[in-house]
């Protein structure tokens, strides 16, 4: 029984010995350090060699006292060393440019483009002519019809018509084969009357005095004409401008040699070789001159217009300063010829100075000047630079 009270006495012993708290501290496992060298100093640039002085001839240099390195003094702390520069990390490069798996294309110069060049052609100037030819045509008709008469007005009317449609389909083949702009529509025009009027001309000094005759002058006179018209178009090409400016000339011319003729009291020979020579001669000045001129088809309806309004107020002006109340035969017709054909040459060269401003046909126009050429820095792809240019070589 003893013995089983001592078991339990040493065990109850060694169990509270178990549980009895130690002086000594706890022991935790200690964590690896990892020591990473320093990076090592920048070198310092060495200095420059200074140079021995030489010593003097026969003298022993004395040997240079080294100074002796302090020693350490117990105790006492040692000086850290300096720290390490930090290295500086340069900015992030730029990204590259892109690369394109296909060559860049290279720069096409184009070349200009040809000038278009100017034209007046219309479809009213081909009907100008057809219609000069047509009234060629119906002038044949009459004169056959006054030689042979069908007693028939149905058929007259018929020949007519049939005359008016040749000479149309003429005129409609020439439109077709050769080009016809305003100037070459108004000499075949102007041909047309010009030839009419010479055979009407002819008249007295032919002495034709039937009505066959008569109509078969003037029928000569308009086909040589509208034919001589139509082939100096074509072969000058004119602008509208120095068409008109032939009117303009015959217009001066007929008036004048009118004006002549009218102060006399009879009309004979002299009178009408007188009318002929300036109406043909002032046709012939004009078709000289008109290539050489560039006047623009306003300016040459101005200068028309304006020999028109001479002729009138030169009229007027003379025929209001001669005439006197109570008087009947007091007025001069050789002072109101003077007028008129004073006041029409005046209003005519006047006209042509008043419009010297005017901008000439767009045939005869200046080109505007060509831009000078300019030079300016390209960049092109993957980096490539270079210079363009551009303007007028």
């Known amino acids: ?8 006495i040493v065990v109850g012993v060694v169990m ?51 100074p002796a390195a302090p020693a350490p003094t117990a105790g006492a702390a040692v000086a850290a060393p300096p720290p390490a520069p930090v290295a500086t990390v340069p900015p992030p490069a730029p990204y590259p440019a892109p ?21 007046d052609h219309h479809t009213l100037h081909d009907g100008e002519v057809i219609g000069d030819f047509a009234a060629v045509g119906g002038m ?19 020949l007519v018509l049939a005359g008016l449609g040749a000479g ?45 005759s008569i109509m078969g002058l003037v029928l000569l006179g308009s086909a040589i004409g509208t034919g001589g018209g139509f082939a100096y ?48 001669g002032a046709a012939a000045i004009g078709a000289i001159l008109a290539p050489k001129i560039n006047w623009s088809t306003h300016r040459a309806r101005m200068v028309f217009a304006g020999t028109m309004i001479g002729a009138f107020l030169g009229g007027t002006i003379v025929a209001l300063s001669t005439n006197q109340q109570n008087q009947t035969n007091s007025r001069d017709d050789n002072i109101l010829a003077a ?28 080109p505007p000047p060509a831009a000078p050429p300019t030079i300016a820095p390209m960049v092109g792809p993957q980096g490539t630079f270079g210079i363009m240019t551009g303007g007028a070589f």
């Open 1 to 8: 029984m003893v013995a089983m009270h001592l078991r339990i």
């Open 16 to 66: 509270t010995g178990c549980f009895v708290p130690s002086s000594d501290p706890p022991q935790y496992y200690p964590q690896p350090q990892y020591a990473y060298p320093p990076p090592p100093a920048p070198a310092a640039p060495p200095a420059p060699a200074a140079q021995p002085a030489q010593p003097a001839p026969g003298a022993q240099p004395a040997p240079a006292s080294q």
């Open 99 to 119: 690369v394109s798996p296909y060559p860049p294309a290279p720069y096409a110069a184009y070349p200009p483009p040809p000038p278009i060049p100017y034209t």
């Open 140 to 158: 044949t008709a009459i004169e056959i019809l006054i030689k042979n008469s069908f007693n028939n007005s149905s058929a007259d009317t018929l």
């Open 168 to 212: 149309g389909a003429g005129g409609y083949l020439l439109t077709e084969k050769y080009p016809v702009d305003a100037g070459a529509a108004r000499a075949t025009t102007n041909g047309l009357l010009l030839g009419a009027a010479n055979g009407a001309l002819l008249i007295q000094p032919t002495g034709a005095n039937d009505a066959a």
């Open 233 to 280: 178009g074509q072969a000058t090409h004119l602008t509208s401008g120095q068409s008109m400016f032939i009117e303009n000339m015959i217009l001066l011319g007929a008036a004048t040699s009118l004006i002549a003729v009218s102060i006399q009291n009879t009309y004979g020979t002299p009178e009408n070789a007188a009318m002929l020579v300036g109406v043909d």
């Open 339 to 366: 007028g008129l054909t004073a006041g029409l040459w005046g209003g005519f060269g006047l006209s042509i100075l008043l419009t010297k401003d005017d901008l000439p046909d767009p045939r005869y126009a200046q």
